[in-house]
């Protein structure tokens, strides 16, 4: 696996919107994917996934949606709240075990 | 559930000596760890994979003989940073594998070298 060090892009929104972190990814053969949350001076948390075979999974104001014709993955979260700001990374898992991260975008909620 | 833990989750220490990071599955066994290192406002950076009773396999430019990784159980892998320099002060983090390939993260450990 790999993953990639660069700065940080970041998406400010405010508070009670709907936020929307993008995410393209890099093999084809990617089959399963995950969103993580970190905040400062913490580890990932997972948030949510989702396998090749589907396009669409919902969680608790998270949606993940996918589109492999483009290779595309994008996170949203409703009702966006000041708990939200953190960095978010997507991850691909590349068969047979290859895990890469994408760069991360810091999300700033706005009072 | 899928929970990790790491210890300590901050270390400060002189340049030259040697310093011991734990990562612990604490409700599920993981065949597969993973060792991370990530500088600030950055991304994570994959070190090596450790899988249950063999050696870690290491990314390119990861010196082995500095960042020694053993993997004793199914739910204990440690991280020794051996001769630690001030360039190897870094946030440190663990993950812990299900055979449903998600990776779950430890809550890093913050390594300082004087």
């Known amino acids: 696996g790999e993953s990639v060090g660069l700065h940080l892009p970041t998406l400010s929104v405010q508070e009670g919107d709907n936020s929307i972190i993008n995410c393209a990814y890099s093999?084809?053969?990617?089959?399963?994917f995950i969103w993580y949350k970190q905040e400062s001076g913490k580890g990932p948390q997972f948030i949510i996934d989702i396998r090749s075979n589907m396009d669409k999974r919902q969680g608790q104001r998270v949606t993940v949606l996918l589109n492999k014709t483009v290779k595309h993955l994008s996170l949203q979260i409703a009702a966006t709240q000041p708990g939200d700001s953190a960095v978010y990374f997507c991850a691909e898992t590349i068969p047979p075990q290859n895990f890469v991260f994408g760069p991360g975008t810091r999300l700033s909620v706005l009072p | 559930g899928a929970v990790v833990s790491q210890h300590p989750s901050r270390v400060i220490c002189k340049s030259g000596t040697s310093v011991k990071i734990e990562c612990r599955s604490l409700?599920?066994?993981?065949?597969?760890m993973f060792w991370y290192r990530q500088f600030p406002k950055q991304s994570l950076m994959l070190m090596a994979t450790?899988?249950?009773?063999?050696?870690?396999?290491?990314e390119q430019g990861v010196e082995k003989d500095k960042f020694l990784i053993n993997h004793a159980s199914l739910t204990l892998s440690t991280l020794t940073v051996t001769s630690a320099h001030p360039e190897d002060s870094s946030f440190y983090i663990c993950s812990a594998s299900q055979p449903t390939d998600t990776q779950y993260f430890g809550p890093g450990t913050r390594l300082t070298v004087l």
């Open positions: 409700d599920f066994q993981a065949t597969t």
């Open positions: 450790s899988n249950e009773g063999s050696k870690a396999t290491y």
């Open positions: 093999n084809s053969a990617s089959d399963y």
